[in-house]
């Protein structure tokens, strides 16, 4: 339903109903905003190839339209013309596509990332899993020194052993 409303005549329903497969299956949003998100990622991206399509075509159109130059692209892109002024838009409505998926795409990354905080509810700093191998969680920055001195409270633990066979698979 979502392709149907979102396919203007010309356009390919299911070049966009594979694209949102695609960013679904890559993205596997959970949750709302996760879902939103990756929705706004499929239209950005949707809108930028329509945009870039629309722009190759006026292009397109406007030189064939042109007195024959030497230097046409720049004839077109120096003319200050209603159809130099509508491939400008055309390109502005492509850039802010892109600027879209750009943001949308930033979101997504900080929300996975916030999910998967430990200052998070529910984290718990004691599991293996919260801790790097080889950084006691326990260390600390200090605030007018760039190095890290161990937190005074917590004793260190020590650094969990590597596997004794420590293969490389190909």
Not at 13 to 22: I, T
Not at 102 to 112: G, S
Request: hydrophobic share 40%; with cysteine; aromatic share 8%.
């Amino acid at each position: 339903m979502d392709a149907r409303s979102a396919v203007i005549p010309g356009e390919d329903a299911a070049g966009l109903e594979a694209l949102a497969r695609d960013y679904r299956r890559e993205n596997r949003p959970s949750g709302p905003e996760e879902t939103f998100l990756v929705e706004t990622l499929i239209q950005a991206d949707w809108n930028r190839r329509r945009y870039a399509l629309i722009e190759t075509q006026l292009m397109t159109r406007l030189l064939d339209e042109l007195e024959p130059c030497e230097y046409p692209l720049a004839a077109l892109f120096a003319a200050n013309s209603p159809a130099s002024r509508m491939l400008d838009r055309v390109v502005r409505h492509r850039e802010a596509a892109e600027r879209a998926w750009f943001r949308a795409f930033k979101e997504l990354q900080r929300l996975r990332k916030e999910r998967h905080s430990p200052d998070l509810p529910g984290f718990d700093l004691d599991s293996d899993a919260a801790e790097t191998p080889g950084f006691p969680i326990n260390w600390v920055r200090s605030v007018n020194s760039s190095v890290e001195s161990p937190a005074p409270s917590a004793p260190a633990r020590p650094a969990p052993e590597p596997p004794e066979n420590l293969a490389l698979r190909l």
